[in-house]
């Protein structure tokens, strides 16, 4: 790279003016690429007066919205339409058509759409639709294939056997674990006195799987992922599959898990949280506690009463089912939780961690096979 151009760059990071120290000036596609960062990202003024922001113009936003997707790359656009969402307080314009075709939809702003669900106008609802539809899509390319495949793999090899019928059914690995003690040196080799197989894959369900979903906020990443998971196990016959949703109140979106867009609008962000109301909820919908897993996926800051939150988890665990906790669904890490909540339930041998989509199959595959979730964390996932 040039002096000239890392000058050029850095021109463009630091924004201008006489604290930028650079003395250097831009002309065409650079200036007007430095015009659109500093109405997001200028917080003074500028030499001539100038200053950033974009006022409460949907026009200016538009062409800004625009402008942006001819400069950067997508993944830059995203991140720059949160930051123009949540520092210039352009929420109100995402209710008008218009701006809903000009934006670069994402998760963040489908999270921004449904949190304006209850206040949308008509004219911006199908507007808005189309935007989560185009994301859900894109989810579902990206994460069905791989997590059908996680979980159905999971439920045969959960299903073993000591007699299988096909030399395809052994499960290789496992049956030279269970046979090492007939080694034999002199012609280095294992004799297999015991098989361990894969049984057929039942048609039948084999695994419960309950997703209780925080729709605070600060959980609108994760309210997105897991309605589009929550749609793809309901697909897999082998599992049955419950998607409940709440805050103070309590909302089963399970037959709503076959169109993942309209279970989104089902939900309602924001508001107060009521952990234990839910949870008891979803308690009446195990039957099969020893086959039942149960992910609550919440930031855990309880509004209701805790110490019977604790008990009824405590209850769950005792009769089988299978209970993981996710800080977090997102790519984000986890956001701010309650911490004491967290280690009281880890005490109680229920892990609470965060998790990224991409690693969720993996996830859902370790508790199909009922192996520690906690080592499964410590060693898929920054905990």
Not at 227 to 232: D, I, N, P, R
Not at 313 to 337: C, H, K, N, R
Request: net charge negative; proline share 4%.
């Amino acid at each position: 790279m040039t002096d000239d151009e890392r000058l050029r760059r850095w021109r463009l990071v630091l924004g201008g003016g006489d604290a930028d120290g650079t003395g250097l000036g831009l002309e065409g596609l650079d200036a007007r690429m430095d015009a659109a960062l500093s109405a997001v990202y200028d917080q003074g003024g500028r030499e001539g007066g100038r200053e950033g922001g974009l006022g409460a113009s949907a026009p200016r936003v538009a062409r800004w919205l625009g402008d942006i997707r001819s400069y950067f790359p997508s993944t830059v656009v995203q991140v720059m339409q949160k930051d123009a969402i949540e520092t210039l307080n352009l929420t109100r314009l995402l209710l008008e058509p218009e701006m809903l075709e000009a934006v670069e939809p994402d998760v963040h702003l489908v999270g921004t759409l449904l949190a304006l669900n209850r206040v949308m106008p008509d004219q911006a609802r199908e507007s808005a639709r189309a935007v989560v539809r185009k994301v859900v899509d894109e989810l579902e390319r990206r994460l069905a294939q791989k997590t059908r495949a996680a979980v159905t793999g999971a439920l045969d090899r959960s299903a073993r056997t000591h007699r299988p019928k096909r030399v395809a059914d052994i499960d290789w690995d496992r049956t030279i674990r269970a046979n090492l003690k007939n080694y034999l040196p002199e012609k280095n080799t294992v004799v297999p006195s015991r098989l361990v197989g894969y049984a057929r894959r039942q048609r039948s369900v084999q695994r419960e799987v309950v997703l209780c979903i925080d729709q605070s906020g600060s959980m609108a990443a994760s309210v997105v992922y897991s309605s589009v998971f929550g749609a793809v196990l309901a697909s897999t016959r082998s599992l049955k599959t419950s998607l409940v949703v709440f805050d103070t109140a309590v909302v089963d979106l399970t037959d709503q898990l076959h169109d993942p867009v309209e279970l989104l609008f089902g939900t309602q962000l924001g508001g107060g949280t009521d952990i234990n109301r839910a949870i008891a909820y979803c308690q009446g919908l195990i039957t099969r506690p020893t086959d039942s897993i149960f992910i609550l996926i919440s930031d855990l800051y309880e509004g209701g009463v805790r110490e019977e939150m604790l008990r009824r988890v405590a209850a769950m665990t005792q009769a089988g089912v299978q209970a993981i906790v996710l800080l977090a669904l997102s790519d984000e890490g986890a956001p701010f939780y309650d911490h004491e909540n967290a280690a009281a339930l880890a005490a109680m041998g229920v892990p609470a961690f965060a998790c990224t989509p991409d690693a969720f199959p993996d996830l859902m595959a370790a508790a199909i096979e009922r192996r520690d979730i906690a080592q499964w964390a410590e060693r898929h996932l920054a905990v």
